[in-house]
């Protein structure tokens, strides 16, 4: 059959082919022998278009580029993947190009000019057709301003558009002093006055739960909640999801230096000694935080932790170890900055700001990771990991790809990135499946990437 599939045949060697077939079909309706069998192949035919007009080749698996609450509503709004079609052959096998009538998601290809032909291809990513025998497919809409896109589009639906809940109605200035990217929520501190301001999802009261009007020293966003250091006495306060205790374990009357929300834990560098705590869920065998105090800073994964030892600069990590992300921490090397993403770290080396990655890379964001560009900032998302270069504090990312949170990249609007080339920035953070940086020039928050809850649009 591959081998079948690889021959390209000229038009007019199909339209013999089918003059053949239909003479074939012919014989055979006459033949008493064959009776109920024309039927039974046309009823397959039917269901094979069918199956070839709802085609989700290029929806995101549950097991990629995804974050782990995506759901089959999200699967069925994507589109056909026609890059392996050529223009202007029929092969109904790899679902691009077919004859009959174009159901919604296909349109009629006019380039085939022959009376007894009309051919049907998919609509191409970011556009539909709704109705039968489309003569083109329809641009989806992008979002006005204070609007986000809780249901991506299809070949065959327009992309949704909602008001944002939160956000712009928050009123205040777009000027973040520091942000924080969680699953599917962003926190971060306004300049004046140093409150903390959330969007997002807020299944869990993640966003709602942000103590107003109290000025926080520094915010981090974990998968479904927020913990934050209070300015008045530096201690953690911590509001979401507290199904492991990562919200009320926080230690009451402990001023903290630093503080990591992960998934469903939470670790901060207590300020009397260095030493690490964590709460949550750290019930794991591994789970042991290692001797080494004092600590500069720590950062919560997902199920691991990792922490730079004041003395040195090394880096020692702890926790679950299914893909290296323990065991292959570099060894005898001195790190300024360290960010833990979902099962994966990087960090920022001290004698020359090279980035380090290690642990899991299926989505090449530790073997992406650029080589000989110094960086003076770091976030490592889900999948993905994004920088500032030292020169110019422009802004890179690499690995996962899935719902456009790399910058630079061809997307489909909302989920492009604003023009950023030559922009400079101060702050970037990672989310699950999204990116946010702050600008430099005038702390303006802008974001990119999946937009399910308004954590790409709704900023306030």
């Not at 992960?262 to 065998?285: P, Q, Y």
């Not at 920088?387 to 790399?406: F, M, P």
Request: aromatic share 6%.
């Amino acid at each position: 059959m591959d081998d079948l599939l690889s021959i390209r045949a000229p038009r007019h060697t199909w339209a013999m082919l089918g003059l053949l077939l239909v003479f074939a079909l012919l014989s055979a309706a006459c033949d008493p022998s064959q009776d109920g069998e024309l039927g039974a192949s046309a009823d397959i035919s039917e269901d094979a278009q069918a199956q070839d007009a709802s085609s989700v080749d290029d929806a995101p698996s549950l097991d990629s580029d995804t974050d782990s609450d995506i759901d089959i509503d999200d699967a069925a709004h994507a589109e056909p993947d026609v890059d392996d079609c050529v223009d202007g052959i029929v092969d109904e096998d790899l679902g691009c190009v077919r004859e009959g009538d174009c159901l919604p998601g296909w349109f009629v290809d006019d380039s085939f000019t022959e009376p007894s032909e009309q051919i049907c291809r998919a609509c191409f990513r970011g556009t539909y057709s709704d109705t039968v025998n489309a003569q083109s497919c329809t641009e989806w809409q992008i979002c006005p301003e204070n609007e986000y896109s809780p249901r991506e589009g299809s070949a065959s639906v327009d992309r949704q558009c909602e008001v944002c809940e939160r956000g712009g109605a928050l009123g205040g200035s777009n000027d973040f002093a520091s942000i924080s990217g969680g699953n599917q929520h962003i926190c971060g501190i306004r300049s004046d006055g140093g409150e903390v301001v959330c969007w997002g999802s807020d299944v869990s009261g993640q966003v709602s739960g942000a103590p107003a009007g109290v000025p926080f020293d520094s915010v981090s966003a974990g998968a479904w909640h927020t913990c934050g250091i209070r300015s008045s006495d530096d201690e953690v306060v911590c509001w979401g999801s507290d199904g492991s205790g990562e919200v009320s374990g926080a230690p009451p009357g402990v001023p903290f230096d630093s503080v990591s929300a992960g998934d469903a834990h939470t670790c901060g560098v207590r300020s009397i000694d260095g030493e690490v705590v964590c709460w949550g869920r750290t019930e794991s065998k591994d789970w042991s935080i290692p001797e080494g105090a004092p600590f500069d800073a720590v950062s919560a994964g997902a199920t691991h932790d990792c922490a730079i030892r004041r003395i040195n600069g090394e880096v020692i990590c702890w926790g679950s170890d299914t893909q290296g992300q323990v065991s292959d921490a570099p060894a005898g090397v001195a790190f300024d900055a360290l960010s833990a993403g979902d099962e994966f770290t990087c960090g920022i080396r001290r004698d020359n700001g090279d980035v380090l990655c290690w642990g899991k890379d299926a989505h090449d964001q530790v073997s992406d990771t650029p080589v000989g560009i110094p960086f003076v900032a770091l976030s490592a998302g889900t999948f993905h990991a994004c920088g500032i270069q030292r020169a110019g504090n422009e802004l890179v990312c690499w690995g996962s790809n899935g719902w456009g949170q790399i910058p630079g990249t061809n997307n489909t609007p909302p989920h492009d990135a604003p023009p950023i080339d030559g922009v400079a920035f101060k702050g970037v953070s990672a989310g699950g499946t999204s990116t946010c940086g702050i600008r430099d020039d005038d702390g303006e928050v802008l974001c990119w990437g999946r937009d399910r809850e308004g954590q790409a649009s709704c900023v306030p």
